[in-house]
């Protein structure tokens, strides 16, 4: 884990905030980043980290909202196909395919409203 990512998941612990940390865990191909890139995603769409820009991160951002929004407590596995067959509709023009992982930690025993 990066030092700038772990900084910033203390700093959200002490502000009792709700961040999801996105991971990249598994990579094949040719991918925006490679297998451990990281990004912290707070309820408000501020981003510390990336995990490759793109259609891709926007969906990964919208995914952890929606987490943060629901108070989901369970960490959720998501897939992108960035190949030629499906780089129309996506904009995934690596050609390539990744697996990020999202963490939800709620800080504030709350949730996001």
Not at 42 to 55: A, E, K, L, M, Q
Not at 66 to 77: M, S
Not at 91 to 100: A, F, K, R, S, W
Request: a negative charge; proline letters at 4%.
């Amino acid at each position: 884990m990066e030092l700038e990512i772990i900084n910033k998941l203390v700093e959200a612990e002490k502000e009792e905030a709700s961040v999801v940390l996105a991971t990249v865990i598994k990579s094949h191909g040719s991918s925006p980043r490679e297998e451990g890139a990281q990004m912290l995603v707070w309820p408000d769409r501020t981003i510390v980290g990336t995990i490759g820009g793109g259609p891709a991160e926007a969906e990964v951002i919208e995914k952890a909202i929606e987490i943060l929004k629901t108070n989901q407590e369970e960490p959720e596995k998501i897939h992108f196909k960035m190949d030629n067959d499906t780089s129309a509709e996506t904009g995934g023009i690596c050609g390539g395919n990744v697996d990020i992982f999202l963490e939800p930690y709620n800080f504030n025993n709350e949730g996001v409203h």
